[in-house]
């Protein structure tokens, strides 16, 4: 028969997987994936600023003018493999346009944002939650604050967004973006986790009264 000790051990285990369990099921990742290699957007390709283009794990992606100089440009976004070696699976290119990332379809609070990215030449330009947008000759020199309650950290490759983000919105001039994740809070997953818990104690003390 085994010791009551052993359920007591088994119950944080259980917690801790389950939350990890919860934690990989609910990153919502876009990573363009779904579009075939050589597909063009934009101005001379008939397109106009607005419809969406891709939905991936809830997270909607189209199109906005990018801003050069005061002017909105609205040129050509591109799937098509130009930058293979950069980027193993299809990437967006951005020449002269905006890439929207609307969040707020995926199912769980959001902590944290985060992309890929490579410039290579030009301007680029970030705005956060429809807050105005921030243009950068490198998006290394994004500040720390891009939008209220939102931090940016800023390596050559990544782009992590630190706080509640519903909308990403990225220009530039000779962009590229991939693997757009959405990250859930913590606080969602120690609730979850905290709940299960909770049921794992009621269980485990009825069954000790049953026992008694
Ligand atoms: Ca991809």
Known sequence: MRHPQARLLAAPALVLW???????????TLGFDPIPPGTF???????????????????????APFLFEGSPLFYEAAVDG??????????????????????SGVPFEIDEVTFEYREFGGLASLSVNGFSAVS?????????????GIQ?????????????????QIGGQELVVDTVVAVPEPATLL?????????IRRR????????S
Not at 43 to 50: K, N, T
Not at 86 to 93: H, S
Not at 152 to 159: H, L, N, P, Y
Not at 204 to 211: D, E, F, V, Y
């Open 152 to 168: 940016a950290t800023v390596d050559s490759v990544r782009i992590t967004l630190s706080g509640p983000v519903n909308m990403v």
């Open 191 to 199: 609730l979850l986790g905290a709940g299960v818990l909770a049921i």
């Open 18 to 28: 389950l939350t990890s369990l919860c934690a990989a099921g609910q990153v919502a």
């Open 136 to 148: 950068v000759e490198s998006l290394v020199d994004l500040p720390v604050s891009v939008a209220p």
């Open 82 to 103: 130009r930058f293979a070696s950069v980027f193993p699976t299809p990437a967006l290119e951005l020449n002269n346009i905006t890439g929207v990332f609307d969040f």
């Open 204 to 211: 485990t003390q009825r069954q000790w009264c049953l026992h």
């Open 41 to 63: 957007f934009g101005e001379a390709y008939g397109d106009v600023p607005g419809p969406i283009i891709l939905i991936e794990d809830d997270i909607k992606f189209s199109l």
